[in-house]
């Protein structure tokens, strides 16, 4: 009977996620929201529900692999040209700002008498850590988030994905970079290497699948599922060459695969049918998975002090540096807000940088309570503050004159 529990597990997710979405959405919240409290309620962090298994973790990586992969179909390739130079700018600053930002607030409380370090690693090092998992960026919660409200084929949202493709690039590089100080067997240089050469593979992959995709697609078009399935083969392909061979995050190669095929007539086609398996089981799981990871440890007051303000500086570092890269390529000043507010979410794959920086002994035991909730906190809020960024005004202010107008009347009669 064990063996079947996971369709136990499946159905407690699909319905809280489901059911939590729908209440956060009463509040004028984006869906995404309610599946993380769900997750987090279920979690270790509180009720303790239900553990991340085997089966959750492979389902949930399939589901965010689809997520991007949708989002790289979604994508308008002359507007992602276009908003290029800008990502490009947006990511460079928004890993700078949070980078400085996390070894300040590491180096203000990293010392004797306040936090005890139990690593060997230099002060410098481990305070350099901290600020190497600020860059971190988990785009998958936005593209949700953006999908959900229909602006993600916006200048805006394109400048997103772009700059969390390079911030991805970019953290790895930072991450690289500060291990190969504390582990003589990690070679920088051998690393940057591969991810040049990822990027040509990509290019030269995504050239030879679009023409075989082209001519599938010419002569054998009469049942359109079948091409349904070699996209998503594709999509796996690159997912995995991307993190097994070149050691660029699996997400990044669906995004290209997504990119590559969004040139096709049939892209509106594979992109519907993938919508419907990723909203009927694959990202409510992907995004309950991330409250499932939250294990909050016991804290003295020091470490909740820190807790509070390395998230404060996390939010705040990643709005100033990605909106002022975003104000430097001309966007005004509420676009350059929504973008600044569209890279704060550090999600899981914060978690991931400091299990390796815990596995590697450059990242005390006492700071990972407070880079949970980091995690925590930057991934509830994110969704929020998009949603509030991107509210119409004028249709608020529209609704208002409505609701006045409609009062006076009810004076006039009375």
């Known amino acids: 009977m064990e063996s079947y529990k996971f369709l136990i597990d499946l159905a407690l997710i699909l319905l809280s996620t489901k059911a939590f979405g729908l209440l956060t959405r009463k509040f004028r919240m984006p869906q995404v929201v309610g599946a993380l409290l769900a997750g987090l309620l279920l979690g270790p962090a509180c009720f303790n529900i239900l553990q991340e298994t085997e089966f959750i973790i492979s389902l949930s990586e399939v589901g965010v692999i689809i997520l991007m992969f949708a989002a790289g179909l979604e994508t308008d390739i002359k507007e992602f040209r276009r908003n290029g130079k800008a990502s490009l700018i947006i990511a460079v600053l928004?890993?700078?700002?949070?980078?400085?930002?996390?070894y300040l607030v590491a180096f203000g409380f990293n010392r004797p008498g306040i936090m005890e370090s139990d690593v060997e690693a230099s002060v410098f090092l481990?305070?350099?850590f901290i600020g190497v998992v600020l860059t971190a960026t988990s785009v998958s919660i936005t593209v949700e988030t953006l999908k959900e409200m229909g602006k993600l084929r916006s200048d805006v949202g394109t400048a997103i994905l772009g700059a969390a493709i390079i911030d991805d690039i970019l953290g790895i590089v930072?991450?690289?970079f500060i291990t190969s100080l504390a582990d003589t067997s990690v070679h920088f240089m051998i690393v940057l290497g591969k991810i040049a050469l990822f990027f040509v593979?990509?290019?030269v992959s995504g050239i030879i699948f679009f023409y075989i995709f082209k001519k599938?697609?010419?002569?054998y078009n009469k049942d359109m599922r079948r091409f349904v399935i070699l996209a998503f083969v594709y999509c796996l392909l690159m997912s995995y060459s991307s993190e097994?061979?070149?050691?660029?995050?699996?997400i990044t190669g669906a995004y290209i695969a997504g990119l590559v095929i969004s040139n096709s007539k049939f892209s509106e086609y594979i992109s519907s049918r993938f919508e419907t398996v990723s909203y009927v089981l694959l990202s409510p799981i992907f995004f309950a998975s991330i409250g499932l990871k939250v294990v909050l440890p016991e804290m003295t007051i020091e470490i909740i002090l820190f807790a509070v303000i390395l998230t404060v500086v996390a939010l705040l570092t990643k709005i100033i540096g990605c909106g002022a890269g975003a104000k430097v390529c001309r966007f005004n000043g509420r676009e350059s807000l929504q973008i600044g507010c569209g890279m704060i979410s550090r999600g899981e794959v914060a978690l991931i940088v400091a299990s390796k920086g815990a596995s590697l002994d450059i990242m005390s035991s006492t700071m990972f309570?407070?880079?949970?909730i980091v995690v925590v906190a930057t991934t509830i809020v994110?969704?929020?503050?998009?949603?509030?960024?991107f509210k119409d005004k004028n249709k608020i202010s529209r609704n208002n004159q409505y609701k006045q107008k409609i009062s006076h009347h009810a004076r006039q009669s009375a």
């Open 94 to 102: 928004g890993v700078i700002v949070p980078m400085i930002g996390g």
């Open 126 to 128: 481990q305070n350099m």
């Open 174 to 176: 930072a991450l690289t």
């Open 201 to 203: 593979f990509s290019v």
């Open 216 to 219: 599938i697609t010419l002569h």
């Open 244 to 250: 097994v061979f070149f050691g660029v995050a699996d």
């Open 369 to 372: 309570g407070p880079i949970v």
């Open 382 to 389: 994110a969704p929020i503050l998009l949603k509030l960024t």
